[in-house]
Each structure stands twice: as structure tokens, then as C-alpha cells.
């Protein structure tokens, strides 16, 4: 009898406790209970239900009886649930003030193809004889590169092959030699320091009725990472003493149960610690259409009428107060820009193959997003991430509809940014990458799995920019960057292909016995001609279109950049040097899995829309293995075949065939946190926000070093904590009525085997909700588990 006492003294302790009730209230209450243990032990733990009521009694009466509330801010409007049935009452979000969001004009067909359209920009003169110079000088390298290569090429007996390799080289090397003049381009645009044309060299004051919203949609992510994110951002903003312009906004499609509550959770969390009250909000759509464009949609139709502007973030976006507000200053002076992309900078990443991209976005990205901005000026394309965005011709002009068919060609567009971008553009607004402006931040993948799965959905929305080419009154530069985002893709099943033929080629060179005198009367024998000065030639040539702009980026930071910001001279060249390795191990791989996702893609094989794996974890063996092995397999026989027949043919395949058969090894080993941190340790791949961290990545640091465990416990959160049940029964707009089933199931203790659709069940009816978690606290000891014990020490 006294260990039973002592352990009910011990459950009532410890949920007045989790409440927050006035220490020696809690104390009279246990004693008061201890008194009127009944001699059956049984019954003792139903005694909670009078527990519950005489606190609500008391509350009622007494609402200061709780003096430790969870969130304090929160507290008058969870009072009401804290400890009875019901839902509503707590606003996350502002009132809604609807406006409409409509598709149109898509109309798509041939003679679309030939309009043009000026807004009369100063710009447009100057565009256009850029573009001019970028297409003759892609133009006469290629047709200079492609008659040497037809030199090389032997098309006696085999024109049909010959001629296959020589097209798809010409259109191989036009795209890479896009790629280096868009280098050098921004290499001398840089250098050079002037820009009159650059967006930032115009700005105004902030109108003091200018309201911008930070928007953030989010799917299923690291809750924690998320508004760790935000209070970064925040806080950077609060320093320009701006803030009062700004407004958050965390768009949830989550339909993971655990991802749910966190969420709540955070926000009610973040809002006290941040004082956010009225500038934070929240809201998790329950139907998930359109996927990210959809959750944006979503706000332009319920709030888009407040704001002026709108920036759109990614889960893992971090952007400082001064880029925010110097991004609206530029909007301000400029009232026929739409769109304002920034160039986001890398960080975060522990994983070698993670730090590898980071240290490459640093070095090499400055002069790729200058070289854009100089040939693109105010046709540039928009990120969907990161940029700042006019709302009201957003609304208007920027609604996506669903493609005639299915999926993958058919159905939602994924890639809506290119699209949305070209959609503000035929609208007569002006879209521009700011890439001078410093303090955007964003993660890249930390694995090349997790590339590659990313790689993937892009491939299946990229292609869907083929029925959007012909699309009414699309800027010709749209319609290029279009065809480009499938060349992403496209190009790898060229490269593959490529390669392919010329181990063919070369492999009936040995096999096909040439035939010397073509005529039947020929005097004299036709001699096979091999040209190795022109091949030598080539080969250096595209070598050079490829690496060169890598020893730009290596050139501009030893004059502009202060090298020692990335370890130093020695460190940053071998950094470089190290890239330049990886980059060609891994150049193959992706070839190869571009050309897979291509295939099945027109196929009509489509992919789904999961959460993507951001953290540092590593790939294990087998998932490596599960996922090369065919790499592997196609290496082995193609080295093999191409080595018996045409072993000096083989050579030139090294590379390509290293890369393949080490394809696990370097997809494991890469990914590694450990491996990343013993090159950081040696001074390699080291970044400006690694050796000198700006405040935004101090404070994201800081609060990601000790993150609330709390976050991870989830939906077992809403059944345990009467704070945390209470807070979403009251963000509950619906009361939904659980079916009588799973009302019985959980109640009789089976709440650790309720799958999916039954978890989601409960947490959407409030009154099964409240009623579970009183199950819980009144069961008997035998049920109260270890690892409820374990999350109540927090509390302790």
C-alpha cells in the first residue's frame, strides 16, 4: 500500500508539475489526493479523472493558480482547453483576406513561337546585342570544333554512325562552350566592378506602409533546422531596426504526424523566445495541391492582398536583415521588376561531398551568376528560392495550371519557378539576379544520393518545360532557358551516348577489315587517314571550355576574394585542384543516372514528392550498393569488352570507367561527416563562413548546437503533454468525430500500434485526443513505459 501511494503521489507530482501549478498548491493537492487512496489499488489510478476536475474547477476560479505556464504569450488562450474538451480558439495566422489567384492565357501553339515583345526598357537594346555576341561566338566555336572533329572522325563504311557522333558532338560543345563564355563573362563583369545596368545601382527609402512577407513551406522537414533558420533571419532583421516591415510565415504541407505537432510546437515555442507575437504565424494546409507552388498559391489567395512584396524561402534558407532590406529598397526604386533573385552561398555541410559543392558555390558561383546577369540583364530566370517577389502581379499573372494528361509530362508542374519567371516577364515585368548583394544563404544536398534523388524530380519537371516552349507571349529568353533546364538533363544522355559510339567506332576499327579500293577499278588503294594532331587538339580544346572557368573563380579570389578566407593560397589552390578531381570522378556517375531518369522519365515513369534528407548522416553500404551496382556492373563489362578489342581505345574510357566501378565507394565515402571534418581539419574545401562567420551563421549555429529535445517526441507529445495536447486541439478548426473503432483501440491502450491512417485520425479529433491523454496518465504502472518516464525527467 505505501509503494502504491508513493507511486501515485509521484504521477500526481508530476503532471501538476507539467501543468506549472504554484508549488504549494501542488503540494496541498498531493497530500489532499494521498488522503484519499482507497484501499483497492486498482482504482487509484481513476482517480485522476477527479484530479482533472478539481484542477479545472480551480482554474476556473483561479487562473493564476498556474504560474509556470509552457508559453506564457499563449496562455490566456489555452487555458480554456488546458484541462476539458473542445477545439479552436487559438489564431496562428492572421484573418484571411481573400483574393483570387487564377490560371491564364495558355494558349500553346507554333505561332507563338515568332511574337516578340518590348516593354521599351533601356535594357533591351543592350540584351539583345549581348545575345547577339553569345550566339556567334557559341556558333563559329562550334562549327570550327566540329569540322576538326570531322576530320578525326573515319566515315568510310559507317557515314550513318560518323555522322550521329559528329551532330551530337557539335551540340555537346555548344552547350559546354555556353557554359565558358557565361564564365568569362562574368569574370571580366566582376572585374571590371561597374554594372549600370545592375538592378542594386538604383534604390529608395522603404515606404513606411511597405509590408513584406517572409514566407517558408515546408514538407515533412527538420522542424528544429527550420526555425533555427528563421530565428536567424529574424534576428538579423531586428539589428536594421526594419523588422516592423517584415512578417513570417511557416506554410506546412507536413503529413507526417510527428511533423504536425513539432511544428506546432515550434511556433508557440519560437513566438515567446523571439517576442514574435503578431509577426510570426503559422499555417499546415491539409490538402497538399500543386506541391510548393500550391502552399504559395495558397498564401497569395488568403493574405497576398496585405503585402507588397513576398520572399520566398526554402526549408533550409537563411537570409540576412541587410540583404532583405536592401532587396526591397531596390523593388522600391524599380516599380516594373517582379522578381529579384539573389545568388545564395553554400553552408552548413559536414559531409565531404557536401563541403566539396559548398567550397565550388564560393569559388566558381560569383562568376557563373555574373556572367547570367550580363548576358540575361532583365530576362533572368527565378530560383523559387531566396528572391523577393512583387505580389500583386504575382497574383495576377503567375497562377500555374495542371497540364492536360498524366503525369510525367502531364499534371502538376514541379518546376514552377522557370515557369512563374516567365509568366512575370510576358507580363511586361522585369526579372533580375542581384548577384552583387551578399547575405543569402541556402544547403546544398550532403550526399550524391541525395543529389541525385533531387536531380530526379527536377528531370520530370525540367521536361515538362517542352509543352510550355510554344506558350503565348513567352520572351525568347524564356524560351532558351526552358530548352536549357532540359539540356541539364539532356546532356548527360548525349555525353553517354557519345562515348558510347566511339567505343563502337572503336571497336570496328578491329573488328571491320577496311576496305581499300572502294571501286572496282580503282588504280590505286584509298589509305585510311588519322588526323592525332587535330584529335590532340580537340581533346585540349574541350578541356579547356570545361576546367578553365574553375581557374577563374581560383584567379578572382587570389585578387578580390582574400584567400585566406578559404586557408590560404597553397590550401585554396589545392582545394581547387582536389574539386577539379572529385568533379571529374563524379561528372560520370551523374552522366549516367541523368540519362536513366531522361529515359524512364518519356517513358512515363513518374516520381513522388518526398521530403528531402538534409541532415548529415551518411549513406550506409548497402543503400550505396542498392544503388550503383548497376554502374558498377556496366563499368566492368564495358572496360572489359572495349580492353580485349581495343586496349589504346581503353585508356581514353579510364576515367569514365574508374568513376564507375568506384561509384559505391565514393558515394559512402563522400558522404561521410567524419571524412569531411579530417579535410576541414587539413585546411581543405574551407569557406568564408567556416573561417569567418557572419552573424545569421553565428546565430543558426548557436541555436542548432543545443536544439529542444522536445521537438523529436511529436505525436506522443500531443497524448503525454496537457500543454502541448491542449495547444493543438485548440489550432484543430474541425471537430472531427473519430470512428467508434479506433476510439475503443486507443483508449484500450493500443496506441503504440496505430498505423499511419489511424495516428492522423486522432490527432484530428479533439475529443479523442483529450480523452486519450487522460488515458494515459490515470493507466496502470505496467503501461506508464520507460520512455514516458524518460521525457517526463525533462520536466523535472
Known sequence: MAALALTFTKRVLS?????????????????????????????TFRMFDDLIAKLKGDLEEEPSLIDRPRWPKLKEKILPLLLKKGNGGIASAPPVNRSSMVPRDFMVKFGNLFETSKNGA????????????????????????????????????????????????????????????????????????????????SRSKIDERTKVALVFPIYNEDTGRVFAGIEATYRSLEKTGMLKHYD??????????????????????????????????????TRNIKKKSGNIADFCRRWGKNYKYMVVFDADSVMSGNILTEMTSIMEANPRLGILQSAPKAVGRRSLYGRIQQFASYVYGPIFAAGLSFWQLGDAQYWGHNAIIRVKPFMENCALPRLPGDPPLGGEILSHDFVEAALMRRAGYEVWLSYD??????????????????????????????????????IPAHRFLFLNGVMIY???????CFIFMSSLQALLDVWVEPVYFPSEYALFPEWPVWYPGWALFLFIVTIVLLFLPKLFGLLLVMAKGRPELFGGKIRL??????????????????????SKFLFFTLLGQKVGWGPQERSDIGIAWKDALKFHWSNMVIGLLWGAIVGMVNPSFCVWLLPI?????????????????????????AGLFLTPQEVDPSPEMMTLNEVMSDPPAWLEWGFKSALFDPWVNALHRGLLRKNFKAPSDLTEKTLSGE?????????MAVLSSPELLFDLHKAIWKSSEDRFTDEWRDRLSFFL
Open 15 to 43: 503532471y501538476i508539475w507539467i501543468l506549472g501549478v504554484t508549488t504549494t498548491r501542488s503540494l496541498e493537492i498531493a497530500i489532499e489526493f494521498l488522503h484519499q487512496i482507497p484501499s483497492k489499488g486498482n482504482s
Open 122 to 201: 533601356t535594357w533591351e537594346g543592350t540584351a539583345n546585342r549581348r545575345r547577339t555576341l553569345l550566339a556567334a561566338l557559341v556558333v563559329g566555336s562550334t562549327a570550327l570544333s566540329t569540322h576538326f572533329m570531322s576530320l578525326v572522325i573515319q566515315f568510310k563504311d559507317r557515314e550513318i554512325l560518323g555522322y550521329l557522333m559528329l551532330i551530337t558532338f557539335a551540340i555537346l560543345f555548344a552547350w559546354i562552350s555556353v557554359g565558358f563564355w557565361t564564365a568569362l563573362a562574368g569574370l571580366v563583369s566582376i572585374l571590371r566592378g561597374v554594372d549600370r545596368y545592375a538592378p542594386s545601382a
Open 248 to 285: 513570417f510565415y511557416i506554410l506546412s504541407d507536413s503529413n507526417d504526424p510527428n511533423a504536425w505537432v513539432s511544428e506546432e510546437m515550434a511556433w508557440a515555442e519560437w513566438r515567446e523566445r523571439l517576442n514574435a507575437e503578431g509577426k510570426l504565424f503559422y499555417r499546415r494546409r
Open 437 to 474: 548583394l551578399e547575405g543569402s544563404y541556402e544547403e546544398t544536398p550532403p550526399t550524391l544520393l541525395e543529389e541525385l534523388s533531387r536531380d530526379r524530380r527536377w528531370c520530370q519537371g525540367n521536361l515538362q518545360h517542352l509543352r510550355l516552349f510554344l506558350l503565348k507571349g513567352i
Open 490 to 496: 539532356g546532356s548527360g544522355l548525349l555525353w553517354f
Open 573 to 594: 589552390t589545392l582545394s581547387v585542384l582536389l574539386e577539379t578531381l572529385f568533379s571529374v570522378l563524379f561528372a560520370p556517375i551523374k552522366m549516367l543516372f541523368h
Open 657 to 681: 570507367l574508374i568513376s564507375f566501378v568506384l561509384s559505391v565507394f565514393l558515394s559512402v565515402w563522400t558522404s561521410r561527416p567524419s571524412v569531411g571534418e579530417r579535410f576541414r581539419k
Open 751 to 759: 496506441t503504440e500500434n496505430l498505423n499511419y491512417k489511424e495516428t
